[in-house]
């Protein structure tokens, strides 16, 4: 059965609701296949920012909060390298494995239609692959380079998890 021309369901008087794709038809190929290296370096990136600058503003909050404690004397606070490095890599391994357990995607995975799922079954990860998975991207970025080798396009950290990278846009129901 067609809808009728005028886009009204005539049963209820409602619109009549229309699936339109949000994948680019040059893209939708590759819908549910195994991402590339660029297209997750691209994603990383943007990872790497959004961690940056969740660090940039809590620095900035301290600063202010120790401005306004005792503004007479106020110096911004110096942090040695060391501990900058360990609150970096903490807030990412968090941010990763929250993101993954939750929706499946960082943002910056969510900006390229990535999504990291079970190779198996195509599930979001549990709690403990994502941590387990997060913490091996943070003490060994390179391993996303095996990529380059795989013919599935996996990295170290997925092979040892059971997890793959996957394209996956989202189609949404719009009223017309």
């Known amino acids: 059965m067609t809808p009728?021309?005028?886009g009204c369901d005539h049963r209820s008087g409602h619109p009549a609701a229309r699936r339109i794709s949000t994948v680019p038809p040059a893209?939708?190929?590759l819908q549910g296949t195994s991402a590339g290296l660029?297209?997750?370096l691209l994603a990383g990136t943007v990872d790497f920012g959004v961690v940056v600058a969740?660090?940039?503003a809590g620095y900035l909050g301290i600063a202010a909060l120790r401005f306004l404690w005792n503004s007479r004397t106020f110096t911004f606070p110096v942090v040695p390298l060391g501990v900058l490095l360990l609150v970096y890599s903490v807030l990412l391994g968090l941010y990763l494995a929250a993101s993954w357990t939750v929706t499946g995607r960082t943002y910056g995975d969510h900006l390229l239609g990535l999504r990291v799922v079970v190779s198996a079954t195509d599930r979001l990860l549990p709690p403990a692959r994502a941590l387990a998975r997060a913490t091996?991207?943070?003490?060994?970025p390179i391993g996303l380079f095996w990529i380059a080798l795989s013919r599935r396009n996996r990295s170290v950290s997925?092979?040892?998890v059971g997890s793959t990278v996957v394209y996956d846009w989202m189609s949404t129901p719009l009223v017309s």
Do not use: G, N, T, Y
């Open 136 to 140: 091996l991207c943070v003490v060994f």
């Open 54 to 56: 969740v660090m940039v």
């Open 158 to 160: 997925d092979l040892l």
């Open 4 to 6: 009728p021309r005028d």
């Open 27 to 29: 893209a939708q190929p």
């Open 38 to 40: 660029v297209s997750r």
